[in-house]
């Protein structure tokens, strides 16, 4: 019958070479053992930490890759609709830890090594980052893969395997910021699984050529191989283990075999070179279009591969193809993974022979949009040259959407010639573009932003067009969230075990609302001496951390306020560091008398500016200049220190969010999303000072306004403030005296030369387009607010920081992935045995 017999040979002898999961310290040390033997090739007399690690986690592999099989098995005899999440960024961070809680082992773990002379905290912390994102955005696909394993929906992530992660920081002598590369996978990365036999071809340039009926024929250029290399997802405390399929790029053919022949042999090296270019390196720009023509082709390399590996997929159902969007649901994180749009219609049009509309049909029911961003210089808009260049065929798809879509315009909006010049899908000027959002709205058939106030500023400003002419239902708020097993019970053991010696069990890291047990113990001095006791042991491992990499000595008696973040404009690290001079200078106006009642703080700053960012990247010279001077000054001793952590990462978050009395998130209104690291902070107990703007709004909502410290102008307020600045700019001598007087200091050259600071101090007298001057007063009395509350009322602090974690359920990945399944993706749990 042509119809294999499975299993091949002897059933029995299959079954019984199966591993399981359910391995006791006995079988975790014999694993460990053998893979320091057969996979490292070395023994037990010459094994480091490193090699430790490497051993332990390709015994922690097994388990997850058994789980995984299951699921996946699982997930082909069932055949439920799936989800997948197109990211160019996953940030990652380390992985042992997080599969060790998530598979119920890492005690078993502990044990174990301790037997073999390890301690599991060596282990753990010789694990590097995988580092393949920027910041928020990349840090949020991590999150909701991890919560869809955990919530057990079928979803996977599609990404790019970099070869260089993010930059590594360095800060020079004079406080710059140095970037170097980072070879991440130069140790190799234990948690891939290489697919050779997984792959796709992904053509580049050539020609296209329109045939009858809107087909097309695209050929010649450069073929490249995309090959897959698979990230096990394990769900915390089930079976579901999901997927993270990165491409990596290979020439198609070793050589150029032509070029090869004809004696050419560097031209024939040469194209295997570039095609492996691809996926060398991510770019480091976070909320910044670069318009890099690399960048074009990882985003097409990557749509392409994964549209043709779902549809591979996809045709082994032995579904016929109307029946795609009903069994494939599509994700788009931002518009970077736009293309697969275009590519998705040339699939079924040119190849499938689908008619044009029936192909337009299962498009626009197959892809959903992530909004995350309406900073302008976000938006990504490709010169149509480059396509024509790149991907021909593409841009005749293009095209005739854009015909079809103007003219349905046209016909609800008779005449209205400036509306259809601003939806358009092509903008007209010096040189035509393409406007990647405008094709991510048109071929979705739901919208999103990523916090309340963000998706109302995607409605009523950047797509208040489409709104009109889709109809409001197609634009949807999904407020972020952020996984409590990392961000929680792996980063902040000491907390995690208070709450669950509280509630009586585990299970608030599953319902997250759970935490509301909490309040009931609220007043008991037993359980606040707990929870003060837990947030100083992290603020003391912080202090040794500091200690060990700076070699500074700060008082973990102090108050821990953070600001970490990618440095940017708009996040206003500015605001803060201004106002830490303003704090220096009060201080220094005192009699030593005076200062003994000061409220000693520690003020700490972490984050990367993009290398071409310069404004950014002065910010970071500056935090550093007047650290410098502040820390070395006796009459700022005990009482105020300030530094800035060099290399910024997923794991120095896990140190430094669970050390936090207050952290800072003081973007001017209206121009951060939503942010996911208040989210964090809270959920540590943690208090926040910020902005009326994204995701706090709805913090203080859930946490209760008496616990946040609120500071700034409101979003409405933003344009004519912007306005005023430009047409009728008032000095900052009159607006802001206080700030004057910072910046006057600034000018001194007490930080260095005025001439290096003069660039940046001119943004604030000039244009002032992020309302410095107009914050900076409101700012000042809100931090005052911080330090009343923290010296005069310890325990009712104390009180506020419990009643934040307590309050913060809404914020799980959990809660947010299963609107996204429920809401947009129409979905199913499937449980895995
Ligand atoms: N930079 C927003 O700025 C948001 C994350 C995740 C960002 C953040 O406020 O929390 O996305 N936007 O939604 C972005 O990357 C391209 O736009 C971010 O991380």
């Not at 769900?235 to 491409?247: A, E, L, P, Q, Y």
């Not at 991510?440 to 998706?455: D, P, T, Y």
């Not at 604030?764 to 914050?775: P, T, V």
Request: glycine share 6%.
């Amino acid at each position: 019958t042509g119809k294999e017999k499975w299993p091949r040979g002897d059933e029995e002898t299959w079954k019984a070479g199966l591993r399981s999961v359910d391995a006791d310290v006995n079988d975790i040390t014999k694993s460990i053992v053998h893979h320091i033997q057969t996979s490292l090739a070395r023994q037990a007399y010459n094994i480091d930490n490193l090699g430790a690690y490497q051993a332990t986690a390709l015994a922690a592999r097994e388990d997850l890759i058994i789980n995984w099989n299951q699921t996946q098995m699982t997930y082909t005899r069932k055949q439920p609709k799936r989800a997948y999440y197109l990211s160019l960024e996953f940030l990652m961070g380390r992985t042992l830890d997080n599969a060790l809680l998530n598979l119920g082992l890492k005690e078993k773990f502990e044990t174990g090594l301790d037997k073999l002379g390890f301690t599991l905290e060596d282990v753990l912390d010789s694990e590097r980052d995988a580092a393949l994102g920027n910041g928020g955005l990349g840090r949020l696909a991590a999150c909701y893969v991890d919560s869809g394993a955990t919530c057990e929906i079928p979803l996977w992530g599609y990404g790019l395997r970099y070869h260089y992660g993010m930059f590594q920081q360095l800060i020079a002598p004079d406080g710059s910021q140095l970037e170097a590369p980072d070879p991440w996978l130069d140790n190799s990365n234990p948690w891939e699984i290489p697919r050779l036999d997984v792959t796709a071809d992904v053509r580049f340039g050539g020609h296209a050529e329109k045939l009858d009926k809107g087909r097309g024929i695209w050929s010649g250029g450069q073929e490249v191989l995309a090959v897959a290399y698979d990230c096990p997802i394990p769900g915390s405390d089930t079976k579901s283990t999901n997927n993270i399929r990165f491409w990596s790029a290979r020439p198609r053919r070793g050589f150029d075999l032509q070029s090869f022949n004809a004696g050419d042999y560097d031209r024939a090296v040469e194209t295997s070179n570039s095609a492996a270019n691809i996926t060398n390196v991510l770019y480091p720009n976070d909320n910044h279009y670069a318009g890099k023509s690399l960048r074009l082709q990882q985003q097409y390399f990557w749509c392409a591969a994964s549209l043709s590996d779902i549809m591979r997929r996809f045709k082994n159902t032995g579904q016929p193809i109307s029946e795609f969007p009903n069994h494939v649901v599509i994700q788009l994180n931002d518009t970077h993974p736009t293309l697969a749009i275009p590519e998705l219609m040339r699939i079924l049009v040119d190849e499938e022979e689908v008619p044009w509309d029936d192909a337009w049909q299962i498009v626009t029911r197959t892809f959903a949009f992530t909004n995350h961003t309406v900073l302008p210089e976000a938006l990504e808009k490709w010169p149509v040259s480059l396509f024509q260049q790149l991907l021909p065929r593409h841009l005749q798809i293009i095209y005739d959407l854009n015909w079809t879509f103007l003219q349905s315009v046209e016909r609800k909006f008779p005449g209205d010639v400036d509306k259809m010049a601003r939806m358009s899908l092509i903008e007209e000027g010096h040189g035509q573009q393409i406007r990647m959002a405008n094709l991510a709205v048109l071929g979705s058939f739901k919208v999103n932003g990523v916090a309340e106030l963000h998706s109302e500023l995607v409605r009523t400003t950047i797509l208040k067009d489409f709104v009109d002419f889709f109809g409001v239902d197609k634009f949807r708020n999904v407020t972020n969230g952020i996984t409590p097993r990392r961000w929680l019970d792996q980063c902040n053991p000491a907390l995690s075990n208070l709450i669950t010696e509280t509630l009586g069990s585990r299970a608030w890291l599953k319902d997250l609302y759970l935490l509301k047990g909490l309040l009931e113990h609220e007043s008991d001095p037993t359980f606040q001496k707990k929870w003060a006791a837990a947030k100083a042991n992290n603020k003391e491992r912080l202090a040794k951390y500091i200690k060990n990499t700076l070699g500074v000595t700060v008082d973990s008696k102090a108050m821990f306020d953070i600001q970490v973040k990618r440095i940017h404009e708009y996040k206003r690290q500015s605001l803060n560091i201004l106002g830490v001079i303003h704090r220096y200078l009060t201080i220094k106006a005192m009699s030593p008398e005076e200062r003994t009642k000061v409220t000693p703080r520690v003020v700490l700053f972490a984050g990367k500016a993009a290398p071409g960012y310069w404004m950014a990247k002065l910010i970071i010279r500056l935090i550093v200049n007047v650290g410098k001077v502040i820390n070395a000054d006796p009459d700022a001793k005990g009482i105020l220190t300030v530094l800035f952590l060099p290399d910024y990462s997923v794991s120095l978050a896990e140190l430094l969010i669970p050390a936090s009395d207050i952290s800072e998130h003081i973007s001017t209104a209206g121009t951060e999303a939503s942010g996911t690291s208040n989210m964090k902070f809270c959920l540590n107990g943690g208090l926040l000072l910020g902005t009326v703007d994204g995701a706090n709004i709805e913090i203080a909502e859930e946490v209760g306004e008496e616990n946040v410290f609120f500071f700034g102008h409101l979003t409405p307020a933003v344009e004519e403030l912007r306005y005023q600045h430009r047409y009728h700019p008032m000095p900052v001598e009159k607006k802001s005296p206080a700030l004057a007087a910072v910046l006057e200091d600034i000018m001194s050259g007490r930080y260095g030369d005025a001439s290096i600071w003069e660039p940046f101090v001119n943004t604030i007298r000039q244009g002032d387009y992020y309302l410095i001057s107009d914050d900076f007063d409101s700012y000042l009395q809100a931090q005052k607010m911080v330090d009343e509350a923290y010296t005069k009322d310890p325990q009712q602090w104390i009180k506020k920081s419990i009643q934040t974690t307590a309050k913060m359920g809404k914020f799980s990945s959990d809660r947010a992935i299963m609107t996204y399944a429920e809401e947009i993706w129409n979905i199913e749990t499937l449980k895995i045995n």
